[in-house]
Each structure stands twice: as structure tokens, then as C-alpha cells.
């Protein structure tokens, strides 16, 4: 819920790895919810990717691309597998139909194009070696192509002209797994793609910025829950100040550790909170009083002030400490003037007024150079009578 936003907030920066938790933990819940299924024993498909494979195997471009990926030239080859066997033929008909989609909702192949490891060498065995490539393209380069060819739209037997995604969606909707908003949505998505890849850069597209940064977050996800994993191995690494182990969701004053912001975010939500709320409503109380009452000749060393509310909290003492002792007797967020250590804080930081540093002489040439820029930027505001 957002409601407690309303009244505080936290000071806490965004990282790379805030952005791998936050961005790849939705992708995963996404794929969790469309795809529960999909983890049982016996490889049984989610409804939505069954009918979809379902329509494409009645068709003969459809059946043909079946073929291709099974090497199985029969009737919908695809009904004649079971089990895990069907799951795996189904996933390499969907990286061939819907390589975006696909990696994009399979944590599975982003692991695998992280690794850059051929489909048919795909999961690896605990221990094994990582098959080494003999050509220069990698598993995503590979990808992107099967992105790219998915974009383009041609005539099928069917008698319309759409490409690969937009024949996918209308899968969707014709099974009821998609309402005409949510086609409209991403039809208009996979056009705004298909220009994109069509300028001429050596940039990829859209969908091509999504697998690649994808990819990337994916690394520093599983690289981060890995050090967790080593981490919780030793007792004494909780002691650990290190402020950042590589157990990103453990870094002092990241957005992880920090944003406890729902109410069942425990057993740290109401210390954020408060240690948060003090905070920022102290900053705002000293910016009001430099402002309504400024020092003649004197200034506020802000860098101070600031180390001081967003620190490694010291072992004894410390207003961070003081804060959580009177929320806990009053079940109420002290304000600045309730904590005199912030108080003192203030007085302490103010420096004499710096004198304006001198300017450096310039050499002639500059001082043309100078000259000359200011002239071209007169001339660049002239217009015409």
C-alpha cells in the first residue's frame, strides 16, 4: 500500500543492483503467474503458451516451423511428445516464434544466454564444463537475429499479413488469454520495435535493449544471490561492515536494505521508517531555518550535515539509536528537536564564508577563444527582420 509514503520518505540511492532486484523480481513474479505450471515434473505447459502452440501447429507455415525445431516433418509433432521432452520442443519453438517474449519470461534462458550456452547443451549438469563455442557469435547475438527475423512482417498462408508477435497476441485473444486492449498495447509495442531496428544503427531496437539489459541484470541477480547464499554460511558475517559483502540486498544504504516500504516488509519496516522519517524532516527543518534566518558571513557545511544523517550507525550512542528509543516508548517519530545531537549538528557545521577564488589570468589565446564562443553564440540567437 502507499499510503505511508505520504509521510516519510527514504534515504536511499538507486543502484545497478536495486535495478536487477526491482526490474528482474517482476519479470520473475510475471513469470511465475503465467508459467506455474511449468515447473511440475512431468513439464506440463501453462495454458496460455499450450493453446497458442496449439493454433500454430494447425497451419502449414506453422507446422513447417514445428518441423524445423523438432526435426519432425509429421503433423504437429508437438502432440506427440511427452513430458519433458514436449517441454523442451515447445521452448525451442518459442525462441524460434517469440525470442523476446521468451527470454523475457523464462529465467531459464536468460541463465542460458548469460552463459552462453547452444539450447541443446541446456540446463547444465551441477559441475559440469561450460561447452566452449567455436564461432565468434554468441547465444545472445544468435537471439537478437531470431528477434529481429520475428519483427518482419510477411503474408502467411493464412491470408494476413502480420509478423510473428502480432500473430502470437492474436493467439492469445482468440483463446480468451488476452483482452483486444491488451492486443492493441502490443501490437502498437512490436511496431514502435520493428522501426527501431529498422534505423540505421548499430544499436539493437527495443526488444533487442530489453534482452540485452535483461541479461545483464540477470548476471548481477544471480551473482548477488550467490554471495548471500556464501554468506549465510558464516554466523559472523552478520558482524560484517563491510558496506558492500556482494550480497547486493545487503548494502548499507541501498534501496534493498532501506525501502521497507509496506507493512509487511518486517522485521525492519518500522526502523526505516523512522530512521528515514528523522532524516528528511531534518534536512527540511535545517534548509527552513538557513533560509528564514541566514548567518552573515557564515554557511552551512551540507556535506557534514548530510554524512552525519545517512552513516555506518556508531556501536554506542547516536541519534539513530536515541530515534528507535522514543518511537518505542510513544509509538511516535521524534522530531528533529526532540534529538539535541542534531541540534548541535547544525551549529557545529557552519563555516566562515569562503572568499570567491581568483580567476586564473588567461593567456591570450583563451581569452580569443572566449571571445570568439560569445560571438558565435550572439550570432546563433540572430534572427532575421
Not at 23 to 34: C, F, R, S, T
Not at 160 to 173: D, H, P, S
Not at 184 to 190: C, I, K, N, S
Not at 344 to 367: D, G, I, N, T, Y
Request: hydrophobic share 40%.
Amino acid at each position: 500500500m502507499p499510503t505511508p509514503s505520504l509521510r516519510h520518505a527514504y534515504p536511499a540511492f538507486p543502484s545497478s543492483q536495486d535495478t536487477a532486484h526491482t526490474l528482474l523480481h517482476a519479470l520473475e513474479n510475471l513469470e511465475h503467474k503465467l508459467d506455474s505450471q511449468a515447473r511440475l515434473a512431468d513439464g506440463t505447459l501453462p495454458p496460455w503458451a499450450s493453446s497458442a502452440l496449439d493454433q500454430l501447429g494447425v497451419s502449414p507455415d506453422g507446422q513447417q516451423l514445428i518441423a524445423k525445431v523438432t526435426k519432425d516433418a509429421g503433423a504437429n509433432p508437438l502432440a506427440k511428445l511427452v513430458g519433458q521432452a514436449a517441454r523442451r520442443a515447445a521452448d525451442d519453438v518459442l525462441r524460434e516464434w517469440v525470442p523476446l517474449i521468451f527470454t523475457l519470461l523464462n529465467e531459464s534462458e536468460r541463465q542460458r544466454l548469460v552463459a552462453n550456452v547452444a539450447p541443446q547443451s541446456w540446463p547444465l549438469t551441477p559441475g559440469s564444463p561450460v561447452p566452449q563455442r567455436k564461432d565468434e557469435e554468441t547465444e545472445l547475438d544468435l537471439q537478437l537475429k531470431r528477434h529481429v527475423a520475428a519483427l518482419r512482417r510477411r503474408e502467411t498462408e493464412e491470408g494476413r499479413t502480420e509478423n510473428n508477435y502480432e500473430r502470437f497476441v492474436r493467439y492469445l485473444v482468440s483463446s480468451g488469454h488476452l483482452n483486444a486492449r491488451g492486443q492493441q498495447a502490443l501490437v502498437l509495442a512490436f511496431e514502435i520495435d520493428h522501426k527501431a531496428e529498422e534505423l540505421p544503427t548499430d544499436g539493437p531496437g527495443c526488444g533487442g535493449f530489453l534482452m540485452t539489459y535483461a541479461l545483464e541484470l540477470q548476471e548481477l541477480l544471480d551473482s548477488g544471490d550467490a554471495a548471500t547464499v556464501a554468506l549465510n554460511k558464516h554466523p559472523d558475517s552478520v558482524h560484517g561492515q563491510v558496506s558492500d559483502n556482494g550480497a547486493f540486498n545487503e548494502i548499507v544504504g541501498s534501496h534493498s536494505l532501506m525501502s521497507k516500504d509496506t507493512l509487511t516488509s518486517v522485521p525492519f519496516f518500522n526502523d526505516a521508517r523512522v530512521l528515514a522519517s528523522v532524516a528528511s524532516s531534518s534536512v527540511f527543518a535545517i534548509m527552513l531555518q538557513q533560509v528564514a534566518a541566514p548567518v552573515a558571513g557564515r554557511r552551512l557545511a551540507w556535506e557534514d550535515v548530510l554524512h552525519h544523517l545517512v552513516r555506518f550507525p556508531p556501536s554506542n550512542g547516536g541519534w539513530e539509536r536515541r530515534a528507535l528509543a522514543m518511537f518505542g516508548e510513544k509509538q511516535q517519530i521524534p522530531a528533529t528537536s526532540d534529538l539535541p545531537e542534531l541540534a548541535r549538528l547544525v551549529e557545529q557545521s557552519m563555516r566562515p564564508e569562503a572568499p570567491p577564488a581568483a580567476k586564473p589570468r588567461q593567456s591570450k589565446h583563451e581569452e580569443l577563444e572566449e571571445r570568439y564562443l560569445r560571438l558565435e553564440g550572439e550570432l546563433s540567437d540572430y534572427r532575421y527582420p
